[in-house]
């Protein structure tokens, strides 16, 4: 079956038509037979289209993007987005950074680009675990207040009204693991 090439173009706000056109314009001029758009912000949860064009994909197929900052929203949802187009089977092309990850010097750039990702998500956890232990030699860090037991009233109340444990689970939206566990302290 023959490679599909597959664009994905995004811009943050409805304002930003020029940047959109111009995205669209080197997707069309580097092959895409078929573009998905969309005009959300990277911060959104959200992303439709992305979520439409990576289930479209197929095995062989080759995904292209003008810049990474249009994909991903840092270099952690880099790499997961590159790991699902990966175990696709499915090549990643970065226009602006000649990125083809065909190609042994395009993984190898991804796999760079991966490793420093990682690199500073652990440095990012040292630091937080550093803050937290200060703090709690400090006497200024008591952690967070787990969240199912805010609700231990609530769900004693359910069960006294004679609601099993998984409509208490669905009415709460808490774990079925945190009902038996706040039942069980009576």
Sequence with gaps: MPSTVIGYARTSTLDQTYGLDAQLRDLTAAGCEKIFQEQVSSVDKSRPE?????????????????????LARSMADLVKLRDALQSKGVTLKVLALGIDTSTPTGKLMMNLLGSIAE??????????REG???????????????????????????????????????????????????????
């Excluded at 064009?53 to 062989?60: I, K, N, Q, S, T």
């Excluded at 231990?152 to 939206?173: F, M």
């Design 119 to 128: 690199f500073e998500r652990d440095i990012m956890l040292e630091r937080q």
């Design 132 to 186: 937290i232990a200060k703090a709690k030699e400090d006497g200024k860090y008591k952690g967070r207040a787990p969240t199912a037991l805010r609700q231990s009233d609530q769900v004693r109340q359910l069960k006294g009204e004679g609601k099993t444990a998984d409509q208490i689970v669905e009415i709460l939206g808490i774990s079925r693991s945190s009902v038996f566990r706040i039942l069980r302290q009576d």
């Design 50 to 70: 992305l979520e439409r064009a990576l289930d479209y994909v197929r095995e062989g197929d080759v995904f292209v993007v003008t810049k990474l900052d249009r």
